[in-house]
Structures are given as structure tokens and as C-alpha cells.
């Protein structure tokens, strides 16, 4: 991978974690998947597919079922 690509992937993952840090899930779920869809295979994206599933757990945990199927349905249709 082009280094440039991957300074891109890593503040692409800085930045969805942002997001998540500031509650701003929306934000980070989408960057998330991002990362996940149009980088598969990456360290990025591995880690992003692990905080996606964190956050359907946590949703999940808060009695937010609808939110919390919906991203694990999205990660399951990725495969």
C-alpha cells in the first residue's frame, strides 16, 4: 500500500474514533464503515469492523435494539 494511502486510512480511523469519543456516533459509524467497505483487508479496517461490533454491543446494552440490529445486520451483509 501506497504510504500516502495509508496516512489517509490512519486519519480516516483517528478520525471515526474521534467521533465515537465525542458521542457523535452517527459521525463515526459512517466513517466506520467507510473503512470497512472500500478498504477491506486493511489493519484499519479490522480495527474499524472490531468498534463497529463494540458499538452494536453497547447499543444493545442501552435497550437501543433497533440501532444495535442494524449494525450488526450492515457488518453481516459484509461478510
Same mark, same amino acid.
Request: net charge negative; hydrophobic share 40%.
Given at each position: 500500500?501506497? *504510504?500516502?494511502?495509508? &496516512?489517509?486510512? !490512519?486519519l480516516?480511523? $483517528? ?8 458521542? $457523535?456516533?452517527?459521525? !463515526?459509524i459512517a *466513517?466506520?464503515? $467507510?473503512l ?5 483487508? &486493511?489493519?484499519? @479496517?479490522? *480495527? ?5 461490533? /463494540?458499538? @452494536?454491543q ?5 435497550? $437501543?435494539?433497533?440501532?444495535? *440490529?442494524?449494525?450488526? /445486520? ?6
Open positions: 500500500m501506497a *504510504t500516502q494511502e495509508a &496516512t489517509a486510512l !490512519a480516516l480511523l $483517528k478520525q471515526a474514533q474521534s467521533c465515537q469519543e465525542a458521542e $457523535k456516533l452517527h459521525h !463515526a *466513517t466506520y464503515f $467507510k470497512v467497505e472500500y478498504f477491506p483487508g &486493511t489493519d484499519e @479496517a479490522q *480495527t474499524a469492523r472490531r468498534e463497529l461490533f /463494540n458499538l @452494536a453497547r447499543l444493545e446494552a442501552e435497550g $437501543k435494539m433497533h440501532q444495535a *440490529t442494524h449494525l450488526y /445486520n450492515r457488518l453481516a451483509a459484509i461478510g
